[in-house]
Each structure stands twice: as structure tokens, then as C-alpha cells.
């Protein structure tokens, strides 16, 4: 028997079978894991996570030999531990307040508090102290420049300042005039406008944990400062910014530490401090709270959470990709054997994300390392497992004409698809338990879904063939 062949047809299948590998290839390339680290004499936790091109390094403070020490572990690309180092500088009590920064040539700037002879030290990639300075103020947020200067927001009890910074000599180059208040105070964000204006956001911190933020524009050469009055019905904490085409994306969440706590916010404030929008975030748990976020290398807002339903099911780590504009991409819930919490996120190298935090081990809290796909996803291994919320099921999968959704429980939500650059693609309401979606309206390839039913998100991918 004879086969005719339509070479148009077989090339675009060609085309279509070599994107289907090459996105099934590049996220299973993506290197994912769940780490802890038991070296720790009582309850231990990471405060920040550095990456370098050959592996992490997470810094905090720990018990050791009956003093409170900086810890310093390194590990390579795939979690594994390469050296673990203590550095004593006589810290009082500990605290989780610290901040870091990297430059250029891989050295690491890390701040401290509660310590009589040193709250800023410089740190080589191998762990090997450069420099160590005292400065009177608290540090809580360090900047390096491409000029190769350090930027430093210190706080002094009342006041906060700006210092710009020799990092070859951590010796300080120029103050700014202070922000006052009459209550304490403290850093929580500062980030830095296409035209070097620092902005600051700066919280009341009468108890002790940050209270309510307010933003504060500065000029980089330290001329007079300007306050951006925030247009909220409840007080906010602005826990992190960055800048995206010019304008300050901000992710935190209510003003008051409450118990019950599952609000959070993105937000995001033209050049000159007028608020744009506020997303107003919930979830149905009994803490649910967002405290750091990182723009991917598709503009999307990637924020770090921690999330506890109040139930026997232990705490997990949250991560909530969203578009600039506040509109929620996918959000994933990490679960290890016992409550965890994330406290850091940064940009892996592959395009994934990297977390560190803490997690409970043998009765005591211990540091924790994550490495995610760029899904917000990890290949489970052994007794750690990843908690995506599975609700819903999509078949067939790959789909020709048609797509049919089913949900596990849920009669009421909504069915988003986007495309693989986060574009929202459709958007359905779901009736009942199962939905039908006629996919001739989107084009071959790739697709991710997101089920939404009050905050609850459920994501997965979806292969459309013609």
C-alpha cells in the first residue's frame, strides 16, 4: 500500500514533537531538592541564602560551645553540604534581623545584630572573613552597586539612615540625613529607581516585629528625603520591593502579627510614590503570610511564604508566582516532614528557585535548603514530600479537540490557561464537578492550568495537539 505524504503536515509535527521535548527537558534538567541540616546544638534556622555558580550558601545564627555564633554552610548544586564554618564575634542573643549581599567577585556581605564588636563583616566565597566593622546602628538591609559601592540602611533606635560604603575596606564614605520618628524603627525593603532614587520602606517597630510601613524617597547623592503617604484601610508591612520598568513592586502583608493571620498584599507605586494598585491575598488557613519576593526571568513576582491550615498536617512553604499586575500565575505548597517555614528566596541559575528557612527535626528547629523548578515545583524523594493540593485532573492529556476538567470535592472555582510565557490564554467557570473546554481556540503546544476555589490553587500542565 501506497502512503501519501503531506510534507507541511509532518514538518509541523516535526516543529511540535521537538518543543514538546524541549520543554519536557528543560524542566526535567532543572536540578530540584529538599535539604536539612542537623549540626546544631538546639533550635537553628537560615536567615539568607546566596547563590553561586557552583552551589548555595545559607547564614544564620546558632548555639555553639554555649555562645551564639554566624554559621556559614556551603553546598553544591545539589544540596549537598561542602563545609559548615562558625564565626564568633561575641553575639548577645540571637536574632533574625540579619541581611546579605553579594558582589561581583563572589564575596559575601553579611549583617548581624546583638554582637559588642562587629555587625557587618566582609566574607570570601570560601568562608574566609576579608573584613569586620562595628558601626553604632543596626544594620537591616545591605545593596551592592555596580559603581562598587556597598548601600547600607542602618537604624539607630529612632532614626534611620543611609550609608554609602568602601566594600574593599567596609569603611563608611557618606551618611545621609536620618528618617525620625518616636517610636523604634526598622528597614524592611530598599530598593533603588532607573535614576539611583533609594527608596526605603521603613516600619514602626515598638514590640519588637515590624508594625506598619511607611515609603520614604531619598536622592542618591543624600538631598532632602520625601514620604509617600500609603493609601490602605489597614496598616500594611511591606516585607520586600524590587523594580520593574520603573516602578516599586512591593509583596507583605498586614500590619499586626495576629495569630490568625492569612492576608497578605501586592502592591506597586509609580516614580513618585502614588499607589498604582494593592492585591489584597488570602488563603484559607489559619497563617497564611507572604515576606519576601524575587522578579524571574519573565517579570513575574515569585513570593516566599509560610502557610499553616491549623490542622495536624504539618506547616508548609509557600510559593506564589503572580504578574506584575497582582494576577496569580500558579502557587505551590512544599511540605516536609514537620512544620517548615521559609525566610529567603533567591534566582537559581537554571531558572528555578532556591528557599531556605527552617524545618523541625528530633524535637528542635533546624536550617533547610529548597530548590524548586521554575514551575515552583520538587521531584519528591524518599520520606520528603511536595503538597501541590492535587484536586483536579485533566483528560485527555494530550488533548485534541477537547479538554475535560474534574474536581475532587469542588463544584464552584475557576479553570485559567496560559500559555508558557504566563500569558492568560482562557478562563473557565466551573459548573459542577467537571468542565469541558473546546481547545480549537488555542493553538498546539504547551500550557499550564491553574484551578482556583477561594485562594485554594491546584496547577498543572496541559499538552493541545491539532
Known sequence: MDYLINPKSDMKKVIFTILVLFFSLSSFSQNTFMKWFD???????????????????????????????????????????????????????????????????????????????????????????????????????????????????VTDDNSVSIYRVDPASGQMIKKSEAITATTPLMTTAMSLLSDNTIVLSVSNNEWGFPQASSLYYMPFAFGPISHSQLQYSESIVHRSSSVVNDQLISVGHIGQYAITDNRSYLSRYNPSGDVEFAQLITYPAHIARLITHIINNQGQVIALGEYDDGSTIPGKVLLRCMSTDGDNLWSSLLTMNETASGYDLELANDGGYVATGYTSLNNKYIPMLIKTSSAGQVQTLGITQVDHENTVTAYPNPALEQVIFEYDGFTTGTIQITDITGHLCAELKITGQRTTFNTSTLKAGIYLYTFKNNEIFNTGKLLIKH
Open 39 to 153: 549540626n546544631f546544638e538546639t533550635d537553628t534556622w537560615a536567615d539568607q541564602v546566596i547563590v553561586l555558580d557552583d552551589g548555595y550558601v545559607i547564614t544564620g545564627i546558632c548555639l555553639k560551645d554555649g555562645t551564639n555564633q554566624l554559621f556559614m554552610i556551603k553546598t553544591n548544586l545539589t544540596g549537598g553540604m561542602l563545609w559548615l564554618k562558625y564565626l564568633d564575634y561575641g553575639i548577645t542573643e540571637r536574632g533574625n534581623w540579619s541581611a546579605s549581599a553579594k558582589d561581583t567577585e563572589n564575596n559575601f556581605y553579611i549583617a548581624f545584630e546583638n554582637s559588642v564588636t562587629t555587625n557587618l563583616i566582609k566574607v570570601s566565597s570560601e568562608g574566609d572573613v576579608v573584613w569586620s566593622v562595628k558601626y553604632n546602628d543596626v544594620v537591616h538591609q545591605i545593596k551592592y552597586l555596580d559603581m562598587g559601592e556597598l548601600l547600607l540602611a
